[in-house]
């Protein structure tokens, strides 16, 4: 396998978890790199969900360990794995509607808001200095998706594509070490996905490290480094996206019996 490999970020080893005695995940195994892009794929009920949620600690495997940056993140709280640097957005949009797009994004720096209850009441000059610097950095990660002349508008009369790059620019602002697409495309069309795709790719340039849940196979294809296929909770192939289209695992599991944008 030919793969454009950075240090390691997380090692996932053997991850295993069922849900009234059906698995879930069945031994998961699998490596993600620094500055690289991860597409997790296959057909509803694979266990691409119950992975995120054991990655961000909202379910606990039952078996394995996910190693992040070297660390042990199994049995970690969300919270603490938030704090070490993995952040998400959701299949179905979480954002506050009467909120600000400046103040939704805002929400994704809360844990650098760092101000006691002495520094608020009294508006200390280096509380301001904290606020103004979040401030920037969310109008920052605003233009970076796109939004930027939308800051003040309420979050909820978005059109459905910004709403999504909205998510993202939430989950970016933070500059986390590992950044968790849960299907970013949905609902989009051609011609948003494709704005979406130029971001992805963007983004790796710069570096990031993604983990991208996706049914949009041409997607997939076009910004991936490395394709992890899941059928049944377990790992059927796992690829350059050039290898996994050519694996009849893969051809007979998903691509065989969906359409390219399922």
């Not at 720096?109 to 606020?131: C, I, K, N, V, Y």
């Not at 002349?149 to 970016?172: C, H, N, Q, S, T």
């Not at 990031?208 to 049944?232: A, I, K, P, Q």
Request: hydrophobic share 45%.
């Amino acid at each position: 396998m030919t793969l454009r490999e950075g240090p390691l970020l997380l090692d996932l080893q053997r991850l295993s978890k069922n849900f009234g005695g059906v698995p879930a995940l069945a031994e998961v195994s699998f490596p993600i790199f620094r500055g690289t892009v991860t597409a997790l794929i296959g057909p509803n009920g694979a266990g691409k969900t119950t992975l995120i949620n054991c990655l961000t600690g909202v379910v606990q495997p039952e078996g394995g360990r996910i190693l992040f940056q070297g660390r042990e993140l199994t049995g970690l709280p969300p919270h603490e794995i938030a704090a070490l640097g993995i952040a998400r957005t959701f299949q179905n949009l979480r954002l506050f509607p009467r909120l600000s797009v400046l103040d939704n994004v805002l929400l994704g720096l809360t844990s650098q808001a760092g101000s006691s209850l002495g520094e608020a009441l009294l508006r200390t000059p280096r509380l301001r200095h904290r606020e103004r610097r979040l401030k920037l950095a969310a109008l920052e990660a605003l233009d970076a998706f796109g939004l930027g002349g939308k800051a003040d508008w309420p979050a909820g009369i978005l059109p459905y594509g910004d709403k999504k790059r909205l998510e993202m620019a939430r989950v970016f602002v933070s500059q986390p070490a590992l950044a968790l697409l849960d299907e970013p495309v949905a609902g989009l069309n051609s011609q948003e996905t494709a704005e979406v795709a130029g971001l992805i790719r963007q983004l790796r340039r710069q570096g990031r490290t993604l983990l991208v849940v996706e049914h949009d196979m041409e997607l997939v294809m076009g910004v991936s480094d490395l394709v992890v296929v899941l059928d049944g909770g377990r790992r059927i192939a796992m690829g350059t996206p050039e290898e996994v289209q050519r694996d009849p695992r893969v051809l007979e599991a998903y691509l065989g019996r969906m359409s390219v944008t399922a």
